[in-house]
């Protein structure tokens, strides 16, 4: 099945400092791909939609210059958390769309743990 | 607009007797939907789909879901629960032309030996 993976699984990281995460799409090319965010015991909040190519989309109340996102090949999204701060700890999981056909799925990334101390 | 509603924020069951986790929907949409797993600390697992075609969908580990588009439902069942169910459930729906998708708050499965 399609898999997609995720950089780092963890991180820790003092603050003010900015962070990477990458999301890679292994055996199938996504056009599309998501940034959510989840909060201990909680459901996934979607951060933004990530289109190849061109700029992310961004759900109301997501900084955009905080959370800087890249879409530069069909295989590839990255996440960076600029300036972190503790409040910015959480757990990120990106998802990448398959849409073969008419049979579009999202798969998920094991996610990544981010602590900013 | 879309939404979904997990109607139990936690179940508990024995092993060996039948899961049900129950998920109304909401959209404008002619939805997919969607049944994912979370094991803790772990990103999510799809368990299976439903995208209009059969009504009764089934997944994997036994898993099995039924649309039913007059009670809006899309309720998830499995016969015998084993104690590797245990684990977060989240009822997803998917609709219209951005492909969001909109998770439910979940359901915690226990599953007692």
């Known amino acids: 099945g399609a898999v997609v993976s995720q950089h780092p699984s963890w991180v820790i990281c003092k603050s003010g400092t900015s962070v990477k995460i990458e999301c890679r799409s292994l055996?199938?090319?996504?056009?599309?791909m998501f940034w959510y965010r989840q909060f201990p015991k909680q459901s996934l909040m979607l951060m933004a939609t990530?289109?190849?190519?061109?700029?992310?989309?961004?759900e109301q109340g997501v900084e955009k210059d905080k959370f800087l996102i890249n879409h530069a090949s069909l295989t590839l999204s990255t996440l960076t958390v600029t300036s972190a701060h503790p409040e910015d700890s959480s757990f990120y999981i990106c998802?990448?769309?398959?849409?073969?056909?008419?049979?579009?799925?999202?798969?998920f990334g094991p996610g990544t743990r981010l602590l900013v101390l | 607009a879309q939404s979904v509603t997990q109607l139990d924020s936690h179940v508990s069951v024995s092993e060996g007797t039948p899961v049900l986790l129950r998920c109304n929907y909401s959209?404008?949409?002619?939805?997919?939907l969607f049944w994912y797993v979370q094991h803790p600390n772990k990103g999510l697992q799809l368990l299976l789909k439903?995208?209009?075609?059969?009504?009764l969908v089934k997944g994997i580990n036994g898993f099995e879901a039924e649309f039913k588009k007059s009670e809006t439902s899309f309720h998830l069942t499995k016969p015998s629960a084993h104690m590797s169910d245990a684990a977060e459930y989240f009822c997803v729906v998917s609709g219209g032309s951005n492909y969001k998708l909109t998770f439910g708050k979940g359901t915690l499965l226990t599953v007692n030996p």
């Open positions: 990530s289109n190849e190519g061109s700029k992310a989309t961004y």
């Open positions: 055996d199938f090319q996504a056009t599309t």
């Open positions: 439903y995208t209009s075609a059969a009504t």
């Open positions: 959209s404008s949409y002619s939805p997919s």
């Open positions: 998802s990448a769309r398959d849409a073969v056909g008419l049979q579009e799925t999202q798969y």
